[in-house]
């Protein structure tokens, strides 16, 4: 990941009328090795290390981009933001709810640095039509939602061994902590907070070549479906309750890498999923009349405008650096086109997957607490 968002900035000149632009001068990994392509790619580079407190000691270094194996996400991010650097950080943003908890923590003390967290799907351009189609309400009452990012090269059982499916480095959230944040942050972002979880989790290869001739226990969820009820309140249809069905999946077969999400509404349908990535579905209906699914391409409309005139394809890098231009211009100061993933929307995905473990583990419906409300955003 860290070379993709490296690959970004080197193409910055691909967007217009930006104020900010990065440029990355010091590089960290645990792997010297991978130091060459940064080195030999970017003549910008002045530091490199293997030791992260290096470049937190170095004054030139404004804002760290760090992804890292989930078990260290607590320490690294909470020395980041105390030493004052802004922070673009991966999810799930703490290994688990307690992980998550010291983060925000860190970001409370620390209210001058900008804090995000990496969600880039919301930055497809169909995505953010479907954000903007809930936020002026109109897809009427809303009948159900469902959300998913799928994954599919688990199915082969020959696949090696690495740190996700392992609980100490990836965390007891399994599929969900790789892939859950993904799948909450649209929901999140448009007010539709689970109320409460019925949770069927599947461990369905549980061992794994571990590469070196062994076999080794493959201890983590492979699939997930949360199963969430949301309660609303609507100036026109007062309390109401939709289902909202959210999965993640690292065994779906034929999937490679699809994030998707789908709002059936009495005024109005959408779907969108990254399989084709230029197509918005919408269905508008008005009482008595036919029903039809209409399709349009969207191409790339953008965030933040780009030389690539509208009528081309979008795509997965496309989208990390329409991310990372969200996160520098407002860690610049300024107030981004649309705010990138938030520590309180990564806190309401850690509360919703430690009840799904919850519910896996009693085969019941879990509550939810409301929302934590605090001043880390
Ligand atoms: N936003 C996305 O689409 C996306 C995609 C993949 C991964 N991720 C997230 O990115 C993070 C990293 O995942 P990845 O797939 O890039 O993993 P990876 O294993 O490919 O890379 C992790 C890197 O961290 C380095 N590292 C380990 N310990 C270190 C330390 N103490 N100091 C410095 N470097 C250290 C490793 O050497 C490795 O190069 C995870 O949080 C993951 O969930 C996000």
């Known amino acids: 990941m860290g070379r993709e968002f490296a690959s970004a900035a080197a193409r910055w000149m691909h967007l ?97 640095v900008t804090v995000r967290c990496s969600s880039e799907f919301p930055f497809f351009p169909a995505a953010q039509k479907i954000i903007q189609l809930a936020q002026s309400g109109k897809f009427g009452r809303i009948l159900e939602v469902e959300a998913g990012f799928w994954h599919s090269s688990d199915l082969d059982p020959n696949k090696p061994i690495n740190w996700k499916r392992m609980i100490a480095v990836n965390g007891e959230y399994g599929v969900m902590g790789d892939l859950g944040f993904h799948v909450v942050h649209v929901p999140a972002r448009v007010g539709w907070i689970p109320r409460d979880v019925r949770a069927v989790l599947s461990n369905i290869v549980t061992t794994r070549p571990d590469g070196k001739g062994n076999t080794v226990p493959c201890e983590t969820w492979d699939n997930a479906h949360l199963l969430t009820s949301v309660a609303l309140e609507d100036l026109r249809y007062g309390e109401y309750e939709f289902p909202m069905m959210l999965s993640m999946k690292r065994i779906a077969p034929g999937e490679a890498n699809t994030w998707f999400i789908r709002v059936m509404g009495t005024e109005f349908s959408a779907e969108f999923s990254t399989k084709r990535p230029k197509t918005l579905r919408t269905l508008p209906y008005t009482a008595g009349q036919p029903q039809a699914w209409h399709e349009q391409d969207i191409g790339f409309e953008t965030v933040y405008p780009t030389i690539t005139g509208g009528i081309f394809e979008f795509g997965f890098t496309d989208a990390i650096q329409q991310m990372w231009a969200a996160f520098c211009d407002e860690a610049a100061g300024n107030t981004p086109r649309f705010q990138c993933a938030t520590p309180m929307e990564t806190a309401l995905s850690h509360q919703l997957f430690t009840a799904a473990l919850e519910s896996q583990r009693s085969s019941s419906v879990v509550k939810l607490e409301p929302a934590p409300l605090g001043s880390s955003e």
């Open 16 to 112: 217009l009328e930006m104020p900010v632009r990065p440029e990355i001068i010091a590089v960290c990994d645990a792997n010297p090795d991978l130091m060459t392509w940064f080195s030999s790619n970017f003549s910008s580079v002045t530091q490199t290390s293997t030791d992260y407190k290096a470049l937190l000691e170095n004054p030139q270094v404004d804002a760290i981009y760090c992804a890292v194996p989930h078990n260290l996400h607590a320490q690294l991010y909470v020395d980041i933001i105390r030493a004052g650097k802004h922070l673009l950080g991966e999810k799930p943003f703490g290994i688990d709810a307690a992980a998550n908890a010291l983060i925000l923590e860190a970001i409370n003390a620390n209210p001058q």
